[in-house]
Nanobody, 124 residues
Framework: QVQLVESGGGLVQAGGSLTLSCAAS????????MGWFRQAPGKEREFVAS?????DYGDSVKGRFTISRDNAKKTTYLQMNSLKPEDTAVYYC????????????????????WGQGTQVTVSS
């Protein structure tokens, strides 16, 4: 089994920055794809970013967010810059042993493991 724990959420003013972390534990070898999703109140969960052999981003965060991973630390990061009130959501880390690519990157069922989420609130 794999456990994912997110951290780094909080309250930030519009235009500010936050970095989220996702620490993996358990059977972490072979986690080829790591991803971030978010869910705002009253909305469906939305794809934010993923990293495998390359990185992919949702349209609403391109140019502002950066996903990265440190395999030695078993940690995936989401650097969020130029935050907007509409970025307010619970952010979830997700992982897959497989390579999630192309039009599958935003589909939740291709990710086998999920964290509990961390709240990000952006004030205007």
């Amino acid at each position: 089994q794999v456990q994912l724990v997110e951290s780094g959420g909080g309250l930030v003013q519009a235009g500010g920055s936050l970095t989220l972390s996702c620490a993996a534990s358990g059977r972490t070898s072979g986690l080829n794809t790591m991803g971030w999703f978010r869910q705002a109140p009253g909305k469906e969960r939305e794809f934010v970013a993923s990293i495998s052999w390359s990185t992919d981003y949702g349209d609403s965060v391109k140019g502002r967010f950066t996903i990265s991973r440190d395999n030695a630390k078993k940690t995936t990061y989401l650097q969020m810059n130029s935050l907007k009130p509409e970025d307010t959501a619970v952010y979830y880390c997700a992982a897959s042993p497989g390579l999630v690519r192309g039009d599958r990157i935003g589909t939740e069922r291709y990710y086998d493991y999920w964290g509990q989420g961390t709240q990000v609130t952006v004030s205007s």
